[in-house]
């Protein structure tokens, strides 16, 4: 039983146009200021190349990166944009859509968040700022191949059956009757 979201195929091609776009206009610009007032036009030009060469960079690297950005597993949740390793689903206390800075996204709260610690520069500042609870997880939406609905719906699925498989063994383990053996 595994759920893996991946970024929009359409996402990263829209980031390389919006990248080519500042690039030419900058060059453009560039060639237009030049001829006009040459010592004028130089902090404005080089503003635009820089916001195009980092639209052209985001762009390379999420094309380039294949794996999900959101995998759902029998572990738990794995978001690469939060940390490397999975959340428990027994870590997890509970789940809301809810929207953050005006981007739909799927909030977590955890039992114990010194489990999970955000290990990635967009997750700390999240953190850092407030815009994240100390003992929540934001699973951001945007750019995903799903809504914030399908993922809570996956979660519940997912993470319910994962959680009462790990009830059945912990209660085989112990010796109870009436628990049913593991993968059994």
Same mark, same amino acid.
């Given at each position: 039983m595994n759920f893996a979201a991946r970024y929009r195929e359409e996402a990263p091609v829209r980031v390389a146009l919006a990248g080519l776009g500042l690039l030419m206009l900058a060059v453009l610009l560039t060639y237009h200021l030049q001829q006009k007032a040459p010592g004028i036009a130089g902090a404005l030009v080089w503003i635009l190349a820089f916001l195009a060469l980092i639209a052209l960079s985001i762009s390379y690297f999420l094309l380039r990166d294949s794996r999900p950005a959101v995998r759902l597993s029998s572990d738990g949740i794995r978001d690469r944009r939060w940390s490397a390793k999975p959340i428990s689903w027994l870590n997890i206390a509970e789940f809301d859509p809810v929207r953050c800075l005006g981007l739909p996204a799927v909030q977590l709260r955890l039992h114990d968040p010194a489990l999970n610690p955000p290990h990635t520069l967009l997750a700390r500042f999240l953190r +850092?700022? !407030?815009?994240?609870? +100390?003992?929540?997880?934001?699973?951001l939406v945007p750019g995903l191949d799903c809504t914030a609905d399908a993922l809570c719906? =996956?979660?519940m699925s997912i993470g319910t059956a994962a959680i009462e498989a790990a009830e059945e063994a912990e209660?085989?383990? =112990? !010796? +109870?009757?009436?628990?049913?053996?593991?993968n059994g």
């Open positions: +850092s700022y !407030g815009f994240v609870d +100390s003992n929540c997880v934001l699973l719906d =996956k979660i209660l085989w383990a =112990k !010796g +109870s009757p009436y628990a049913a053996p593991p």
